[in-house]
């Protein structure tokens, strides 16, 4: 049995990666309707060899005969969208901010909290890239041992800010090396040829920024654990694609590194690096869609406590595969 599915966004980053995975994972797709902005409209794609066209969004009031939308346009877009799909009898699957702490909307990272998906009134929201891979790697140990407190410093690839922010990178790298003029920035606060910038997202009242307050707030969510502290500065690096975290956490039990490294070795989409000097990195990680864990040794502040280096591919396991493993579980449990 096949699915009729929508992808919304789908000329993006994110929602090209949507094609891509559903293609590769072999997910069940009998009709497949792309939507963009009016300025991508008459656009074709590629789905399993075949030339699909990308309509308007905007120009579509009935959306009816949809299983699952695909949802990586923008917050503003899926607050507007998100409710007629799935008033048109569609599950929402939905990559932007817009929904996620909504007590009313499941936010699921399949590996941590399937059985949420359950709980889906229409719309189901994917958490931020960099809650994703962090969630994914400690959930095993919050299960084993417990976790109070997190501390979080995040390294993320510029293509989490989107395509504007990647040629912005490319053309300020070019002009570096060319000797030219740097081009002043646009899709980023500063410069990031380069160069590191402490921000993503804007700042709050209490110093944090929302991509760091959201870190607190979904991890909170998906482990149904309104107690577990987060402390996070979230930083973005001139790299393309795949965001890196290093990871201090306070646990409630004592474990050794020995013992989180076999824990992790039998977690569900963890790859552990088992070596202190072999670790992994973005480049490493790029196109796949597992969580990498390297660097696992005893917290020296944190008593008892455990660090560790997280790196994962933004795109993927971030957005896009997780959003496909979201309908997977759908279809698992029967629900479209």
Known sequence: MGYRVAIVGATGEVGRAFLKVLEERNFPVDDLQLFASERSEGTFLTFRGQKVKVQALNKRSDFKGIDIALFSAGSSVSKEYAPKFAS????????????????????VVPEVNPE??????????????????????????????????????????????????????????????????????????????????PQIDVFTENGYTKEEMKMLNETRKIMHDPNIKVSATTVRVPVFYGHSEAVSVKLKKEIS?????????????????????????????????????????????????ISMWIVADNIRKGAATNAVQIAELLTQFAMV
Not at 138 to 161: C, H, M, N, R
């Open 88 to 107: 048109d009898g569609a599950v929402v699957i939905d990559n932007s901010s817009a929904w996620r702490l909504d007590p009313q909307v499941p936010l």
């Open 116 to 197: 949420d998906v359950k709980e889906h009134k229409g719309i189901i929201a994917n958490p931020n890239c960099s809650t994703i891979q962090m969630v994914v790697a400690l959930k095993p140990i919050y299960d084993a041992v417990g976790i109070e407190a997190i501390i979080v410093s995040t390294y993320q690839s510029v293509s989490g800010a989107g395509a504007k922010a990647i040629r912005e990178l490319e053309s300020q790298t070019r002009a570096w090396c060319q000797g030219d003029k740097i081009p002043d920035p646009e899709a980023l606060p500063k410069r990031i040829a380069f160069n590191v910038i």
């Open 257 to 305: 590194p020995e013992e989180v490294k076999k824990i992790l070795s039998k977690a569900k989409g963890v790859i552990v690096f088992d070596e202190p000097s072999s670790y992994p990195t973005a480049l490493d990680v790029a196109g796949r869609d597992e969580v990498f864990v390297g660097r696992i040794r005893r917290d020296l502040v944190f008593d008892p406590g």
